[in-house]
């Protein structure tokens, strides 16, 4: 069904390109020359591009502003250097290699900062880019800067700290070492201000003659900073393969959307340069190719499975900036169950497209009806990228260790000698809050005030548990499309894909941000510092929605508004509540309504403080819902054993569901 919808859709693109090819579409030939000379030996062309080779395509009266190459591969030639942006960290192009697909690139900071750089920051690489960390040219290095011990806290005997006058003693002690090299459960780490990871190349790292391993500790790691890592790319995804198998090269807008295929007669064709055939027939062969993907998916499926085995064994370099095993796991938990891929695929129907109720960014999720009755959702990873197997295997982790109320019930999951990764969660039949706010349900409303304030309070419940157990668990993905809803509308928290297990007595982790654009915090962006009131920055926006019913992000709104999060904190400061809520739930018609609205805007507006520090702690945005709710302004009262028990000591403290429908994660 869902390929149906894919084919009607591409026919009706290939009509309208032939459509558009019939008025004539050019470009300038000149902005996609063979190749220009950056940075001494570094030679620029496509798929890459000059970040200045901006160019026009003129059709029919529009202008379309594109570039020559694929997202995320622009190249400044500036001072002498060839420079490459990775979110907002300059790198510097060392080497591209087109026939192996392969850039090496060095942090610029590096090789500006002598023969002791200070190593600023963890590699984040954006999702939009093309462009990938090399899983097997790559190592990595891990820094622990300012460590101060005492004598619960040992420091490291085989690891000598850095012998370089950069890193001031006053400041504590500073280590390097291969990450592999530390133990994932090491305490003394938790010693230390700030932990950074930096890729290397493992060939350098492991196999040299120049003995970098060795001498780590004085000039080592910079030598080896200094020759950089390894990216690469896949020229067979995206929708480029037609294009440049017919000659033409790819075209991009600046937002990364696929303007068309430009070819060397100087027009714009789409999606292929030849288009002497008939636009059905150019939508046909699109389809066979979508077919003949989706019967390549299985496979794809067995290799994953065996990147699971390699992953689950400590086969995987452990996730960037982290300490001990926090951010990926073994799906071999003392409570996790086991499901055999043949009971899965009965309960799915052989995985057939009438059972499929998602698909996510590296999964598909399905409904099931398990043999004892159950109604369930099964995840299943269709991708064979390291990332997102750790990714899988890191949610597998913390589920297992997790019992709550209103967090998602994770039934278990294949094991690692099965032919493929299957994640098995409960059913939750009512979809996702931003279903009912603002997506293809909100013509419902089902979600008045009342359930709204109901559901910011059990969302933060959830979230004030994950934060007191011990070891923490940041969520790092809280946005309305992971916040599920049962059958009696009760909050369910799911999607733990990116989160992370916080080390004791540390108040932040380094890492490279990861999470939704319009929930993630501005901090953990700009500073690659993780930390409890992340989450809270999150939710805020989640609160706004709830209050407004309006997106995290949505171009349509006015240039400043897009962003609702600075949206919502100007119209609070200029006390204008009226022109942000939904004047549907009762804001301007039930004075009860009306201030509980109000005290929630102003938590929200704390909430989405620039500053961590300024804004409260879960628990205490979770305090101060339930009062609002207790005070007379919601209209129905929820079970008071709710607040009691939310806050245990242990992950693995026992939890009854407080619904007694059967429920499925439509994640």
Known sequence: MALLAVARLLLAAASLAAARAAGEAYYNASACRPSVPCGGSVEVHYPFFLASADMAIDADGYTAHSY?????????????????????????????????????????????????????????????????????????????????????????????????SGFPKRDGVSYVAALNDVPPKALWPRACKEVVVAPVLKELLLGSDDGYLLRLNSDGYGKLLERGFQLTWDPSAGPCFLCEDSGGQCSYNQSGEFIGCLCSDGRVRNPACELKTKPRKIALTIVMTCLYIRKRRPYKMTSSSRLLKYTASGGTPRSRGSTDDTESGSVHSPHTHHFTYEELEEATDSFSDAMEI????????????????????????????????????????????????????????????????????????????????????????????????????????????????????????????????????????????????????????????????????????QCYQLTDRSDVYSFGVVLVELISSKPAVDVTRDRSEINLAAMAVNKIRQCQLEKLVDLGLGYGSDEATRKAMTMVAELAFRCLQQNGEMRPPIKEVFDALRSIQEGGFAKEKKEDALVASRFPNTVHAPWDSMSTTTSVSSQ
């Open 68 to 164: 020559c190459g694929y997202p995320g591969m622009a190249v400044a030639c500036d001072g002498g250097r060839a420079t490459l942006w990775l979110e907002d960290s300059n790198y510097t192009v060392l080497a591209i290699d087109y026939d192996k697909h392969t850039v090496t690139v060095a942090d610029a900071d590096v090789l500006d900062g002598g023969g002791c750089p200070r190593v600023k920051h963890n590699v984040s690489v954006p999702v939009e880019t093309w462009l990938n960390l090399s899983t097997t040219a790559n190592d990595d290095l891990a820094f622990y800067f300012g460590c101060v011990f005492t004598a619960a806290t040992a420091p490291p005997p085989p690891i000598p700290p850095i012998n370089c």
């Open 358 to 525: 998602g698909d996510g960014g590296f999964g598909t999720v399905y409904k099931g009806h398990l043999r004892d009755g159950r109604v369930v959702a099964v995840k299943r990873l269709y991708n064979n990228s390291c990332r997102r197997v750790e990714q899988f295997l890191n949610e597998a982790a913390i589920l297992s260790r997790l019992r709550h109320p209103n967090l998602v019930l994770f039934y278990g999951c294949t094991s690692s000698r099965s032919r493929e990764l299957l994640l098995v969660y409960e059913f939750v039949p009512n979809g996702t809050v931003a279903d009912h706010l603002h997506g293809h349900r909100a013509a419902e409303r089902a979600l008045p005030w009342p359930l709204r304030l109901s559901v910011a309070v059990e969302a933060a419940a959830a979230l004030a548990y994950l934060h007191a157990v011990e070891p923490p668990i940041v969520h790092r993905d809280v946005k309305t499309t992971n916040i599920l809803l049962d059958a009696g509308f009760h909050v369910k928290v799911a999607d733990f894909g990116l989160s992370r297990l916080f080390p004791l007595d540390v108040t932040h982790v380094s890492t490279a941000p990861q999470g939704t654009p319009g929930y993630v915090d501005p901090e953990y962006h």
